[in-house]
T-cell receptor, first 114, second 109 residues
Framework: NAGVMQNPRHLVRRRGQEARLRCSPM?????VYWYRQLPEEGLKFMVY????????ESGMPKERFSAEFPKEGPSILRIQQVVRGDSAAYFC????????????FGSGTRLTVV | KQEVTQIPAALSVPEGENLVLNCSFT??????LQWFRQDPGKGLTSLLL?????REQTSGRLNASLDKSSGRSTLYIAASQPGDSATYLC????????FGAGTRLTVKP
């Protein structure tokens, strides 16, 4: 079991470009969560998805950010027209079901906006 | 809204000491509480998961306790080693998983 796989590990984008972050959950896990960690800060919840459904996006900025978890393939966190303030580590976690097994985290994608 | 607080924010101890990291949460209606370790520039490694019906979990030199009624959890590390140096995060899972800001631990040789 390869665990939660995130790619790329590091991503550099110029201001105004788009960033696409991918997350493949652990085998057998159908729940995916995205978190953002700003430098020297804690993890902040962004969005919770199940296959083809967004369950909770209360932590997502209202503009430029979107997430999906299609029937086939990884979950994608998409940031349009990136700004310097988007520079952060973005972590994905997965679980087999809610509220029972805890979360398994990926190694994260470190986004740098220049 | 769940708020998770960790005290202290940073801790520096000599090797061999036993130490306690504290975590408090405001909403006791949680399903579980999870402790993680994060090394600089790295991801999160799960250390211990305590279900809401449990009082504690142990793994090697680590012991975590949970008191839902008082909204507290502690992580006890016995005989600390320099390799234990990292940031320790606690997270309470209710409708979603909320994290504390972490305790940055340094164990000096």
């Amino acid at each position: 079991n390869a665990g939660v796989m995130q790619n790329p590990r590091h991503l550099v984008r110029r201001r105004g470009q788009e960033a696409r972050l991918r997350c493949s959950p652990m085998k057998g896990h159908s729940h995916v969560y995205w978190y953002r960690q700003l430098p020297e800060e804690g993890l902040k919840f962004m969005v919770y998805l199940q296959k083809e459904n967004i369950i909770d996006e209360s932590g997502m900025p209202k503009e430029r950010f979107s997430a999906e978890f299609p029937k086939e393939g990884p979950s994608i966190l998409r940031i349009q027209q990136v700004v310097r303030g988007d520079s952060a580590a973005y972590f994905c976690a997965s679980s087999p079901r809610r509220a029972e097994w805890g979360y398994t985290f990926g190694s994260g994608t470190r986004l740098t906006v220049v | 809204k769940q708020e998770v607080t960790q005290i202290p924010a940073a801790l520096s101890v000599p090797e061999g000491e036993n130490l306690v990291l504290n975590c408090s949460f405001t909403d006791s209606a949680i399903y579980n509480l999870q402790w993680f370790r994060q090394d600089p520039g790295k991801g999160l490694t799960s250390l211990l998961l305590i279900q809401s019906s449990q009082r504690e979990q142990t793994s090697g030199r680590l012991n975590a306790s949970l008191d839902k009624s008082s909204g507290r959890s502690t992580l006890y590390i016995a005989a600390s080693q320099p390799g234990d140096s990292a940031t320790y995060l606690c997270a309470a899972e209710g409708n979603d998983m909320r994290f504390g800001a972490g305790t940055r631990l340094t164990v000096k040789p």
